[in-house]
């Protein structure tokens, strides 16, 4: 079993629809949580950070975490065509955690989103 | 600040040979981390390094290698390659390390 499970979709929906992404982790020693954004032959562009459990808002995206549950959502309202990409989470379980944990992000398969016109 | 870049950007290789890719870090950055990213596993820690140490190494043989010189640019070096390490790799560049900023990657075709 994977440490982070994403699903891979593909998801479709039309533009100005409300995109919820998800991922389940299984380590409870992750603390940082992270949402990326990979449009074809580039790479990852860092959308959301966040420390430990609770809401993130930065315009249109909203990110929540639920460690009780190792469960974490990205929420895009009013989706855009420039919005279709395929979108990454990530985890950490931070420096304080010890060696194994230096410059390591845990990812998720990614989730490809389309949005159509 | 300009962004974390990589050269060369596409690669063919054939098996058996070795190859090096290059990264430099955002300015001030000192924590570089490397990936694979495939279609078929994702993306992939490869290693960390900061002020020239490596710090972390993820489950990959000793064909893949790295260095951090002074001036915080990375290589990283794979050996005797075979067709499996066609792949994407990312480097991202950290003040914190559990903030990565990422590359656009090194696109490797082994043949």
């Known amino acids: 079993q994977k440490e982070v499970e994403q699903d891979p979709g593909p998801l479709s929906v039309p533009e100005g629809a409300i995109v919820s992404l998800n991922c389940t982790y299984s380590n409870s020693a992750f603390q940082y949580f992270m949402w990326y954004r990979q449009y074809s032959r580039k790479g990852p562009e860092l959308l959301m950070y966040t420390y430990s459990s609770g809401n993130k808002e930065d315009g249109r995206f909203t990110a929540q975490v639920d460690k009780s549950s190792k469960y974490i959502s990205l929420f895009i309202r009013d989706s855009q065509p420039s919005d279709s990409a395929t979108y990454l989470c990530a985890m950490s379980a931070g420096v304080n955690a010890g060696g194994t944990s230096y410059g390591k992000l845990t990812f998720g398969q990614g989730t490809i989103l389309t949005v159509h016109p | 600040k300009a962004g974390v870049t990589q050269t060369p950007r596409y690669l063919i290789k054939t098996r058996g040979q070795q190859v090096t890719l290059s990264c430099s870090p955002i300015?001030?950055?000192?924590?570089v981390s490397w990936y694979q990213q495939t279609p078929g596993q994702g993306l992939q820690f490869l290693f960390e390094y900061f002020s020239e140490t490596q710090r972390n190494k993820g489950n990959f043989p000793g064909r893949f290698s790295g260095r951090q010189f002074s001036n915080s640019r990375s290589e990283m070096n794979v050996s005797t390659l075979e067709l499996g390490d066609s792949a994407l790799y990312l480097c991202?560049?950290?003040?914190?390390?559990?903030?990565?900023?990422f590359g656009p990657g090194t696109r490797l075709t082994v043949l």
């Open positions: 991202a560049s950290s003040f914190l390390t559990d903030t990565q900023y």
């Open positions: 300015s001030g950055h000192r924590s």
